[in-house]
């Protein structure tokens, strides 16, 4: 297996510098703010994008799973993990490593919207809209990529691959 970088480590490091603005921007600098990782794609981002904003947030995590330990989807959603913090009222931004058919995302966002948060955003660092079967707003965009398997900052194949600190395609 070989590695092609399509997004370099100064690449994603200056779009989550942006990105943290954006948030910043369009948060209201008072009420509570929670930050949702999705696990356990989100983790460097998540890291990386608290620490960016430079303000005062809760961090917490949801596991959602709809893929197998392989490339292809199963089409099936399941909670595996909830988040801890209660939600009600408070900011939500949900932190997602990558929006591909949109399955996960719109079944975590209705879900979550039953619990009544004062207001709800998605940022994901990538976005596959090539590859969108189910509409879902996603507020905050890292990089559109095109319709490829990636692996990198969080994002794995079978398990390996998540601690790369850019985001590659796997050649086979
Ligand atoms: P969706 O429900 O939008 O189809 O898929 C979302 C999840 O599928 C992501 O959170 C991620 O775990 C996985 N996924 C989708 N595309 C890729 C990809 O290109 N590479 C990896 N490693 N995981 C992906």
């Known amino acids: 297996m070989a590695l092609d970088i399509i997004i370099t480590e100064d690449q994603i490091q200056a779009r989550v510098r942006a990105l943290a603005d954006e948030l910043n921007q369009n948060l209201p600098s008072?009420?509570?703010?929670?930050?949702?990782?999705?696990?356990?794609?989100?983790?460097?981002?998540?890291?990386?994008l608290s620490r960016a904003m430079g303000r005062d947030v809760m961090v917490d995590f949801v596991q959602v799973s709809s893929y197998g330990s392989g490339k292809s989807s199963t089409g099936v959603v399941q909670i595996k993990k909830d988040?801890?913090?209660?939600i009600e009222g408070t900011h939500v931004v949900i932190v997602e490593d990558i929006v591909d058919t949109g399955l996960t995302l719109s079944h975590l966002r209705q879900l979550l919207l039953t619990r009544h948060p004062a207001s709800?955003?998605?940022?994901s660092m990538l976005s596959k809209p090539a590859a969108r079967e189910h509409s879902v707003p996603v507020?905050?965009?890292g990089?559109?990529?095109?319709?490829?398997?990636?692996?990198?900052?969080?994002?794995?194949?079978?398990?390996?691959?998540?601690?790369?600190?850019?985001?590659?395609?796997?050649?086979?």
């Open 143 to 172: 990089f559109e990529i095109e319709n490829l398997f990636v692996v990198g900052y969080g994002l794995d194949y079978a398990e390996r691959y998540r601690n790369l600190p850019f985001i590659a395609v796997l050649r086979e």
């Open 83 to 86: 988040h801890d913090i209660n």
């Open 120 to 123: 709800l955003r998605v940022v």
């Open 30 to 48: 008072d009420g509570a703010v929670v930050l949702l990782g999705v696990l356990k794609g989100s983790y460097p981002f998540i890291a990386d």
């Open 139 to 141: 507020e905050h965009v």
